[in-house]
């Protein structure tokens, strides 16, 4: 049985001649991540901005402005609609939670917006129901942004000790811009920011320094083989060499990714939409950003009495069969 292959062997794909592109393309982006998430924030769910959440399902997309005034005549507090874009029948309603310390005082709230909403918009069906005090969102928020931040910094500090400081530097750089476009992506689409999406994210990073260990460890391999072949011939030999297992895993998680965005639910769609983003940025980044950076860096083999051998950014044609 003959295996699939989705990239040829000896694949000879200049990939540090294109850096200049890619290192403007990944600022420009960058840049754009950030200005929009000052600019537009965040739709921070109720895990961050406390309160109560109720989602309801309506017979047909409601008026966001005749809801807003039915639950604030209840005298509840400033309610906050949020229509979701792929199911504009779905709403989350949230409100913020009770002064009373009585743990029966949030039920009569969720009761009393439940019924003035079925009552002027009959055949809703409510959904899931969500309770955050202020005082826990607060500590989600910094648990959440200390847990990004550490495994960033963490993760480039085991690429500086497992290899040289500039492998180390070229994750970070890589890691980062693969947040920050999640982040700009959620600012863009208005998504539901909680910590389902902060689980995601996590999994990024670790999906991301998957990649870029495998291609790094290839690099440093490399640099040892082929000692007299200059850096940008073993940056591509490098990664044309791990091209297949990057293309293979990128697909096959993304088909998963596919079929949960299809079938699991708007519940799950900000998850599932922040991990295909994760995987096809985590992808570029570590093929056109953290290994060309290196060369950028002043990464450079160690002198030795190897035989030269040419690399594919010298156009000579690679020996060697796909790797295992």
Known sequence: MRLL??????????FVALRG???GLTALLTVV???ATVTRGLELGVDFVG??????????????DDLRAVVDRLGAGEASITQYADNPKTVSIRVPPPKSSDPGATNRVVNQVQGAVTQHFPGV???????????VSNELIRNGVLAVVLAVFAIALFGWFRFEWQFGLSTFVAIGHDVLMTLGFFAVTRLEFDLTIVAAVLTIVGYSINDKIVIDDRIRENMRKYRQMDMRGIVDLSVNETLPRTVMTSLTVLLALGSLLIFGGHVLRGFTAA????????????????SSLLITLGLK?????????????SGAE???GEVP
């Open 5 to 14: 292959k989705l990239v040829p062997d000896n694949t000879n794909i200049g």
């Open 21 to 23: 592109w890619a290192f």
């Open 33 to 35: 991540a950030v200005f």
């Open 51 to 64: 309160g109560l959440s109720i989602e309801a399902t309506f017979p047909q997309p409601p008026k966001v």
């Open 125 to 135: 069906h409510f959904g899931k129901t969500d309770s955050v005090t202020g005082k």
């Open 275 to 290: 991990m295909i983003l994760g995987v096809i940025v985590g992808t570029y980044s570590s093929i056109y950003v953290s």
């Open 301 to 313: 083999p160690q002198p030795g009495t190897a035989p030269k051998v040419k690399g594919p950014a």
């Open 318 to 320: 690679r020996i060697g």
